[in-house]
T-cell receptor
Framework: GAVVSQHPSWVICKSGTSVKIECRSLDFQATTMFWYRQFPKQSLMLMATSNEGSKATYEQGVEKDKFLINHASLTLSTLTVTSAHPEDSSFYIC?????????????????FGEGSRLTVL | GENVEQHPSTLSVQEGDSAVIKCTYSDSASNYFPWYKQELGKRPQLIIDIRSNVGEKKDQRIAVTLNKTAKHFSLHITETQPEDSAVYFCAASKGYNFNKFYFGSGTKLNVKP
């Protein structure tokens, strides 16, 4: 299957600092990527849709100034958690669909990165 | 937006028994329903999916059924094995064109040897 890689896999930071998480599609070009947040023993909550070359679209209740998303190339999307606080501690995971030659997703299957565990002290 | 509900939240079965996990969705325009398996600390992996033009799909010990009228779909695992123990998520999406996926709350399946 398609490969999506995420970095770092875990990060610990002090309250008030900013943290950047990278999501890369390694063997395909991803015009659209999705960022999810997962609390322990809970589901994947969609945070935002990252669109290459344009602004991300955020789900209701997600602070766009808090979670900055940049999708500057067809293979890289970044999520920056600004002025992180302990309540931002979570598992952040990105995903992408692999497009076919027509530009549409081949199967609709969503491929996930490994996830990034953020701990804010 | 879409609302996906999943039951049960935990499920314990004896090895060899069957397991059934059920999901409902709210948006009648959703037409793609994947199931993901997530082991502890790892990324979700697709195990089976179904589209709205199909009522049932089977892949070895795993099957999924879809009732569009009632807006619910189910995952069936037969002859369960300890390695099936994981968290399973259902999801709903509006199909091919990079549309958003909305996930159910997850079911922790424990298969006792």
């Amino acid at each position: 299957g398609a490969v999506v890689s995420q970095h770092p896999s875990w990060v610990i930071c002090k309250s008030g600092t900013s943290v950047k998480i990278e999501c890369r599609s390694l063997d395909f070009q991803a015009t659209t990527m999705f960022w999810y947040r997962q609390f322990p023993k809970q589901s994947l909550m969609l945070m935002a849709t990252s669109n290459e070359g344009s602004k991300a679209t955020y789900e209701q209740g997600v602070e766009k100034d808090k979670f900055l998303i940049n999708h500057a190339s067809l293979t890289l999307s970044t999520l920056t958690v600004t002025s992180a606080h302990p309540e931002d501690s979570s598992f952040y995971i990105c995903s992408a669909s692999r497009p076919g030659t027509s530009g549409r997703a081949i199967t609709g299957e969503l491929f996930f990165g490994e996830g990034s565990r953020l701990t804010v002290l | 937006g879409e609302n996906v509900e999943q039951h049960p939240s935990t499920l314990s079965v004896q090895e060899g028994d069957s397991a059934v996990i059920k999901c409902t969705y709210s948006d009648s325009a959703s037409n793609y329903f994947p199931w993901y398996k997530q082991e502890l600390g790892k990324r979700p992996q697709l195990i089976i999916d179904i589209r709205s033009n199909v009522g049932e799909k089977k892949d070895q010990r795993i099957a999924v059924t879809l009732n569009k009228t009632a807006k619910h779909f189910s995952l069936h695992i037969t002859e369960t094995q300890p390695e099936d123990s994981a968290v399973y998520f259902c999801a709903a999406s509006k199909g091919y064109n990079f549309n958003k996926f909305y996930f159910g709350s997850g079911t922790k399946l424990n298969v006792k040897p």
